[in-house]
């Protein structure tokens, strides 16, 4: 039987109801505001910038900006760049750092980046930087952007291959969440950024990974709710812990062997999204976790058979377990040539710095391939 292509699988219902979910979460150093267009043009008039500055790519500029426009009336400098994670890097910051130097942009001006990750990671950092410091704004319009890479500061660009590699850790002014921009985002990205919030509740909140991986949102209003709820656990984890000396880490289970995975599938025909690589981490690094972390093996087998449902099984993306092992070596995280994973001890509690070894990580990859 051949394997299900990601785009096939599931079908979202984003339009049929009206968003009703509009809240703030307060962060400890700015706020994060869910569908709150009056928040917004309230906070633009107190701000009183001496110019705007609104960031997008390409797919941005089609599907959101105008959206964005119509309910701010101010006239604002439009930067367009090309889409996509290969130019998240030190080119595309010198074109957008040249444009606010053309446009007379000083240390009043303010940065608004509409746009998913890559656009709010890199227009933050240049923001950041820009005359050591402009204000700036997060209005991410992707999933993984809305519940993930927008929270919690971390700013950057990928830099001679390697992602994330230069960058800085600075709060926005703030953030607004408009779930609306959702309703033009192909279903393969929805999915992709739902991993991050099964992730969230695995490693913090078993209510909502009992949720979310028994049924994906059923409508706007739906999303809406939990994106917020997904917000709360990452800005909780963050606020402790903004520099990841520490708890900040548990974000990243699943994300050992997904990262590996991401990478060895990434200049390939078929690549992989991050949250579908993550997806089969999640699956994985729980099989490393039952091993090692006190996970028990009813968790284990809820965890594969419940995202297996949502992702479908690939097992062709993790052959080659040699290539993903000499992968993981080179992850940031660990420590004397060691693995260093994130593992749950039961289904919404993480312990991190844990070592995993070789052999361990390939049992996992089979756990994963053979189904046993
Ligand atoms: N800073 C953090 O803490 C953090 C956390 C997680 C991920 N990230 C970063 O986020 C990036 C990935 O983010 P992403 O998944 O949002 O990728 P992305 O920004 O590349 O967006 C994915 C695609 O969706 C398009 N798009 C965006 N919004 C749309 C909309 N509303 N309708 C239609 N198309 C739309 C984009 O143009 C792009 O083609 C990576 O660079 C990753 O390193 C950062
Ligand atoms: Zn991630």
């Known amino acids: 039987m051949t394997e299900p292509e990601w785009q096939d699988m599931l079908l979202f219902n984003l339009s049929a109801t009206p968003v009703t979910e509009v809240r ?16 917004l043009l309230q906070d633009i008039e107190q701000m009183r910038p001496s110019s705007v500055f609104v960031l997008t790519d390409q797919q941005t500029a089609k599907f959101c900006l105008h959206r964005f426009l119509e309910k701010i009336s101010i006239p604002v400098h439009v930067i367009t760049i090309a889409e ?30 509409l746009g998913g990750g890559v656009v709010g990671d890199m227009g933050g950092f240049c923001a950041a930087t820009f005359m050591r410091g402009i204000s700036f704004i997060q209005m991410p319009t992707t999933l993984l952007s809305q519940v993930d890479a927008s929270v919690g500061g971390k700013l950057g660009i990928d830099f001679l291959g390697f992602k994330n590699m230069v960058g800085v850790v600075q709060a926005p002014h703030a953030v607004y969440i408009m779930t609306e921009f959702l309703s033009s985002l192909p279903e393969r990205e929805m999915r992709s950024g739902y991993a991050e919030m099964l992730k969230h509740g695995l490693i913090a909140d078993a209510t909502v990974w009992h949720r979310l991986s028994r ?18 656990i990452k800005k909780k984890i963050t606020d402790e812990d ?31 999204l991050h949250g579908e690589a ?27 058979e419940r995202i297996l449902s949502i992702y479908g099984h690939h097992p062709r993306y993790v052959g080659g377990s040699d290539e993903i092992i000499e992968l993981i070596r ?6 004397n040539g060691q693995t260093r994973m994130v593992l749950l001890s039961g289904i919404g509690q993480a312990i991190y710095n844990q070592v995993a070894d070789d052999q361990l990580v390939r049992e996992a990859l089979m756990f994963y391939r053979e189904k046993l």
């Open 330 to 335: 080179s992850d940031k995280k660990n420590i």
């Open 84 to 113: 996509g994670e290969i130019h998240k890097q030190l080119d595309t910051c010198q074109q957008i750092w040249s444009f606010l130097m053309k446009k007379g942009a000083d240390r009043k001006s303010l940065m608004i980046n």
């Open 278 to 304: 993550v997806a089969i981490g999640l699956i994985t690094e729980a099989f490393v976790s039952y091993r090692l972390g006190g996970l028990t093996e009813d968790e284990l087998f809820e965890i594969r």
């Open 24 to 39: 703030r979460i307060k962060c400890k150093k700015y706020s994060v505001y869910v569908n709150h267009w009056d928040a």
């Open 242 to 272: 903004p520099q990841e000396r520490g708890i900040r880490k548990i974000l990243n289970f699943g994300h050992t062997i997904g990262h590996a995975l991401e990478s060895r599938w990434l200049i390939s025909p078929q690549p992989l």
């Open 215 to 232: 049924q994906m949102p059923a409508d706007a209003a739906a999303w809406g709710r939990e994106v917020v709820a997904s917000v709360e």
